[in-house]
């Protein structure tokens, strides 16, 4: 397994790649999980060429004591990729490396798809984001990029990033992975107690729950029994429900037949944000 820390150092490792097999790339923030090595696998499965990309990423970070205290595990995380496969290529890059002197975000039209959900609460979290990825795409030029649909919303945001900086790759998007009790996978949740992170999976059954009754009830009502089961749970802290159109995040008006429709939360255990959605039809 090659680490490799500056843009030369993977340029020159990049060049001993066979062009005709393709890149695979994973972008992480480090911490890593099964839910990452989900992706990992997916990668060396389809791509002779893996990169693993371990960077986290200063600008999408609207709370600076969340970037503080977010984990920085470099060894863990080379350890556990090294039992995935010896052939993954790790860049991990510094904060200067990738920025120089100054980070600057780039500002992008989006369309709207980051003025809801997460958008509405993290200002400028998605040009963040889509900073460091066109970087990261341009830097790897994988053909193949992999994504968990934990982050649903980033998810359609970097889609779209591909079409407004004309790139060429595929995103491909993975299904969450879970822990046993059904908390979505996040590096976050080595941040909760050991009791918050058996009650978080409060968050995925009420996501079930409201998926059955999308079936029957209308959107609001949905939403409206969610909000009322947050609320009955005193240590959990509901930011925000919200059911929207697949592809547009829309939130929904009046469901329509050949719509597709997502449940998405925002939820506070212990002042630590935690994220989850759900598919509903």
């Known amino acids: 397994m090659v680490l490799v820390r500056t843009k030369k150092?993977?340029?020159?490792?990049?060049?001993?790649?066979?062009?005709?097999?393709?890149?695979g790339l994973v972008p992480t923030m480090g911490a890593l999980h099964k839910g990452h090595m989900a992706l990992v696998k997916r990668a060396i499965s389809e791509n002779e060429n893996v990169v693993v990309s371990i960077f986290v990423n200063p600008t999408q970070?609207?709370?600076?004591?969340?970037?503080?205290?977010?984990?920085?595990?470099?060894?863990?995380?080379?350890?556990?990729?090294?039992?995935?496969?010896?052939?993954?290529?790790?860049?991990?890059p510094t904060v200067e490396e990738i920025y120089g002197d100054k980070t600057k975000t780039?500002?992008?039209?989006?369309?709207?798809?980051?003025?809801v959900m997460e958008g509405e609460f993290r200002d400028d979290h998605f040009n963040g984001v889509g900073t460091i990825v066109e970087t990261?795409?341009?830097?790897?030029?994988?053909?193949?990029?992999?994504?968990?649909?934990?982050?649903?919303?980033?998810l359609q945001i970097i889609k779209k990033l591909?079409?407004?900086?004309?790139?060429?790759?595929?995103?491909?998007?993975?299904?969450?992975?879970?822990e046993a009790n059904g908390l979505a996978m996040s590096s976050r949740n080595e941040?909760?107690?050991?009791?918050?992170?058996?009650?978080?999976?409060?968050?995925?059954?009420?996501?079930?729950?409201a998926k059955k009754k999308f079936g029957t009830k209308s959107a609001k009502e949905v939403i409206d029994w969610v909000n009322g089961e947050f609320q009955k749970n005193s240590d959990l802290d509901l930011e925000y429900i919200a059911i929207t159109d697949v592809d547009t995040l829309t939130p929904i008006q009046?469901?329509?037949?050949?719509?597709?429709?997502?449940?998405?939360?925002?939820?506070?255990?212990?002042?630590?944000?935690?994220?989850?959605?759900?598919a509903l039809n």
């Open 254 to 278: 009046k469901k329509q037949k050949d719509v597709k429709y997502r449940a998405f939360v925002a939820v506070y255990a212990e002042s630590i944000r935690l994220i989850d959605n759900i």
């Open 162 to 178: 591909v079409n407004i900086a004309n790139l060429s790759v595929e995103i491909i998007g993975c299904p969450i992975v879970r």
């Open 106 to 115: 780039k500002v992008y039209d989006f369309e709207g798809l980051d003025k």
């Open 191 to 209: 941040r909760l107690s050991k009791t918050m992170r058996k009650e978080a999976a409060f968050i995925y059954k009420t996501l079930n729950t």
């Open 9 to 23: 150092e993977l340029a020159s490792l990049l060049s001993s790649f066979d062009k005709t097999r393709g890149i």
């Open 136 to 154: 990261l795409l341009k830097l790897v030029k994988p053909k193949k990029a992999y994504f968990g649909e934990k982050d649903f919303q980033q």
């Open 61 to 92: 970070f609207n709370n600076k004591e969340d970037l503080v205290k977010y984990p920085q595990t470099l060894e863990a995380d080379m350890a556990l990729l090294k039992e995935v496969s010896n052939t993954i290529s790790v860049f991990a």
